[in-house]
Nanobody, 125 residues
Framework: QVQLVESGGGSVQAGGSLRLSCAAS?????????MGWFRQAPGKEREGVAR????????YYTDSVKGRFTISQDNEKNTLYLQMNSLKAEDTAMYYC?????????????????WGQGTQVTVSS
């Protein structure tokens, strides 16, 4: 059974850093074209944060995190990462990783086949 498990969330003060990890079991990242990080704050829709193509390394970031967040993956460890620096209060949300079998040019939740359970990030100002 395919599973994605996020970790690394927590509480941090504004300006601080966290690194999220997403460990995959039951498959390898080479079987999926695209991996992404999404987040959902209370009362808001889930939004795409960053995505990476497993082959070729194409990366995309939503405007609000550009220059602060870095997405990466370690295919040997079947792990996806999100390094988050200069965190702001508005980054507070539940963060989810997701995998898509096909690569797409849009950051839409409908393209992703498998989701993790989420890890909470809370940034205090």
């Amino acid at each position: 059974q395919v599973q994605l498990v996020e970790s690394g969330g927590g509480s941090v003060q504004a300006g601080g850093s966290l690194r999220l990890s997403c460990a995959a079991s039951g498959y390898t990242y080479s079987n999926y074209c695209m991996m992404g990080w999404f987040r959902q704050a209370p009362g808001k829709e889930r939004e795409g944060v960053a995505r990476i193509w497993s082959h070729g390394g194409y990366k995309y970031y939503t405007d609000s995190v550009k220059g602060r967040f870095t997405i990466s993956q370690d295919n040997e460890k079947n792990t996806l990462y999100l390094q988050m620096n200069s965190l702001k209060a508005e980054d507070t949300a539940m963060y989810y990783c997701a995998a898509a079998r096909l690569c797409r040019s849009e950051m839409s939740i409908r393209y992703y086949d498998t989701w993790g359970q989420g890890t909470q990030v809370t940034v205090s100002s």
